[in-house]
């Protein structure tokens, strides 16, 4: 099991640009949810997807997009990329949660930098 | 609005003491989660705690949750250097993590 990964590891941009990051969630998990990690904080919540629809969204502006496929792989898409925007993006995936021990699992991040 | 905060921010012991790490959190939860981040590096699950005291143990770190309190510990056995990292609690709440702002943990020999 190659369990969560992400592309790029690392990426550099320019202010106003696009950017796509990717994700492919653990084997046998059909939720995905992205965070961003500023340095020296905690993550914070972006969205989650689950069925190929948004089914939470944190307090990011909609420059913020994202995407699911039916193979359950998601995409986070910023646009009009600030400074701001610089951190690690960070992708979990778990199975839809019920009353059970279950715990979302991360991928090792893609590294932003805005110039 | 779910407030998530730790304390201390910032720790430095020495090889075999113990210590705790507090997370406290403003309005009621169904889970409290415990994740581990070295430097430069993803975030690894270390516990899920459901219920009100609730209690696991792995190694010579040991979690517990106080649901009435709004109150979950950390608590380290014996450091060693190996234990060395940030340590995050995250909250539940309508299925996204709410964090806290990490205890930076630094054990030295």
């Known amino acids: 099991d190659a369990g969560v990964t992400q592309s790029p590891t690392h990426l550099i941009k320019t202010r106003g640009q696009q950017v796509t990051l990717r994700c492919s969630p653990k084997?046998?998990?059909?939720?995905v949810s992205w965070y961003q990690q500023a340095l020296g904080q905690g993550p914070q919540f972006i969205f989650q997807y689950y069925e190929e629809e948004e089914r939470q969204r944190g307090n990011f502006p909609d420059r913020f997009s994202g995407h699911q496929f039916p193979n359950y792989s998601s995409e986070l898409n910023v646009n009009a990329l600030l400074l701001g925007d610089s951190a690690l993006y960070l992708c979990?995936?778990?199975?839809?949660?019920?009353?059970?021990?279950?715990?979302?699992?991360f991928g090792p991040g893609t590294r932003l930098l805005v110039l | 609005e779910l407030k998530v905060e730790q304390n201390p921010l910032f720790l430095s012991m020495q090889e075999g003491k113990n210590y705790t790490i507090y997370c406290n959190y403003s309005?009621?939860?169904?889970?409290l989660y415990w994740y581990r981040q070295d430097p430069g590096k993803s975030l690894e699950s270390l516990f899920v705690l459901l219920s009100n005291g609730a209690v696991k143990q792995e190694g010579r770190l040991m979690a517990s949750l106080d649901t009435k309190a709004r109150l979950s510990t950390l608590h380290i056995t014996a450091a060693v250097h190996d234990l060395s990292a940030t340590y995050f609690c995250?909250?539940?709440?309508?299925?996204?993590?709410?964090w806290g702002a990490g205890t930076k943990l630094i054990i030295k020999p």
């Open positions: 309005t009621t939860s169904d889970r």
């Open positions: 979990a995936s778990s199975r839809l949660w019920v009353a059970t021990q279950e715990t979302q699992y």
């Open positions: 995250a909250v539940d709440r309508n299925y996204q993590l709410i």
């Open positions: 084997s046998g998990h059909d939720t």
